[in-house]
């Protein structure tokens, strides 16, 4: 109703996935101050659900050349720090001809989990000692049912590296973002008092005088909207997004909220 569009997904983490040897156990330094500057926050699981993901959004009424600008962002949940990538369109395709196999984490169709498989060490003879030599981290690797070529050695471990396209994360304001500094929602994704006192303020407004600028200017809020979701009657719902998404728009010559609406929405922001 809002005239919204899947455009990507993101999922946190809270291990220090930018250490060397980080999600391994092998080959790790176990210092996180050691950092490895290849090591991305995506691992396999990330690159298999995120393709996923993609190939549902091309296979939707959005089609393969919309549906196909799909980012992930990989959060840092103990700093906040985001990234962004695009995987390539070989990963993806991959994926697809079920080329790249499930993820250990991942969850079967079945409901069980499958164990992860470990990466051997290498072992190494010097001077008649076996050494061991330090493997990347198991979980950046993609793991593939076929061999390829990967610096003219045949693999079937492909680095996630290889299927990510860096993206630019640029400073946005959304269309449906609100204009408070704080939430208008609670936890639980309901309205709070203060929200609830603010649109009935710019009810009151509107009813005397027929002005409906503040009404709108406090619906403009993707928040609050899918808060009264759960208030209104699906008609009156699809009403409102429809007048809300054309103020958004810059249409604001002859967009009203007719007095039924309003009725509706005073009685549910009063009931609940």
């Not at 549902?56 to 992930?72: A, Q």
């Not at 007095?259 to 922001?269: D, E, G, I, Q, T």
């Amino acid at each position: 109703a809002l005239g919204l569009r899947p455009v990507g997904w993101i999922y946190s983490y809270s291990e220090d996935r930018h250490a060397a040897g980080a999600g391994s156990g092998a080959g790790g330094s176990g210092n996180d101050n050691d950092a490895d500057e290849d090591a991305l926050p995506m691992y396999a699981s990330d690159v298999y659900y995120g393709a996923l993901l993609q190939i549902g959004n091309m296979r939707s009424k959005l089609g393969r050349d919309e549906g196909k600008k799909f980012v992930t962002l990989a959060l840092d949940g103990r700093s906040g720090a985001t990234e962004a990538f695009q995987l390539s369109d070989v990963s993806v395709q991959m994926v697809a001809e079920g080329l790249i196999s499930q993820p250990a984490d991942v969850v079967a169709d079945d409901g069980s989990k499958k164990k992860a498989k470990k990466r051997s060490d290498k072992s190494t003879k010097k001077g008649g000692i076996k050494s061991k030599s330090p493997t990347p981290p198991s979980d950046r690797f993609v793991t593939t049912k076929e061999k390829f070529l990967v610096d003219s050695e045949e693999t079937t471990e492909l680095d996630s590296v290889l299927c990510l396209v860096n993206t630019a994360l640029l400073g946005h304001t959304g269309t449906f973002c609100g204009k408070q500094a704080e939430s208008s929602v609670t936890k639980k994704g309901q309205l709070t008092a203060k929200s609830k006192k603010r649109i009935i303020a710019a009810l009151d407004k509107s009813e005397k005088s027929d002005y409906d600028v503040d009404l709108f200017e406090a619906l403009c809020d993707f928040n609050v909207l899918y808060a009264l979701d759960g208030m209104l009657k699906k008609p009156d719902m699809d009403s409102l997004c429809g007048l809300v998404t054309k103020w958004a728009r810059g249409q604001r010559r002859g967009t009203e909220c007719g007095r039924s609406l309003k009725a509706a929405l005073r009685f549910a922001l009063e009931a609940y």
